[in-house]
């Protein structure tokens, strides 16, 4: 990938693919004080795209090693704060999955610095509000008849049994041997916001 500049349209279906938002909420271990903070990053197997995001919004760009043989190594580019406003506020007209995310995020920041009680509860508020848009489920009765009410289309990713592949939905049977669709999101979720501590470029 040259060094031209990716086009907004190109990063928002990006991002609303591969990329998380997130508040963090940490205490102090010995303090009565706790600390939030934005996040965005992005986490996908092609690091061209992921070391252009770093290069053009900067932040920190980190591979992350495979834990075991059959996964593949995953690059990883985060921001955080102002700079994750900023990436945000450059995407936001094109997002579509992750823009209620995306306008979260910008408002917990654009309101931080207000004083006292009023200060918590919004930070902590925005915090669980953001949690919350984690596990929306969608209602599928608007799609079952383009979807053919969960017959197997050609095009859907198989086994070598013929059964859908692990991790798509088939709603004429029980899930295949292995992970269930709650552990591999819960999966997802763990990996998606996770910062890598190894390889991280400033």
């Not at 693919?17 to 706790?34: D, L």
């Not at 936001?92 to 823009?99: D, M």
Request: hydrophobic share 30%.
């Amino acid at each position: 990938m040259g060094s031209a500049e990716m086009d907004k349209k190109y990063i928002a279906g990006i991002f609303d693919g591969e990329g998380w938002v997130r508040i963090s909420r940490q205490k102090h271990p010995k303090y009565n004080h706790i600390r939030y903070q934005l996040y965005t990053g992005v986490n996908m197997v092609c690091p061209d795209v992921v070391s252009a995001l770093h290069k053009q919004f900067g932040g920190t760009f980190s591979i992350s090693p495979r834990r075991k043989n059959t996964h593949r190594t995953l690059f990883v580019w985060v921001t955080s704060g102002h700079g994750s406003v900023r990436f945000l506020k450059t995407i936001l007209p094109y997002l579509r999955i992750k823009k209620v995310e995306a306008e979260l995020g910008i408002q917990f920041m654009e309101k931080k610095g207000l004083r006292g009680e009023a200060d918590w509860e919004f930070r902590e508020s925005c915090y669980r509000i953001m949690r919350s848009l984690k596990h929306v489920i969608y209602d599928p009765v608007p799609y079952e008849k383009q979807a053919k009410s969960g017959k197997i289309q050609s095009g859907q990713p198989r086994t070598k049994q013929g059964q859908l592949a692990l991790g798509v939905r088939n709603e004429s049977g029980p899930a295949p041997k292995g992970k269930r669709d709650s552990e591999l999101r819960r999966d997802t979720e763990s990996g998606a916001e996770t910062t890598p501590p190894t390889g991280v470029i400033q």
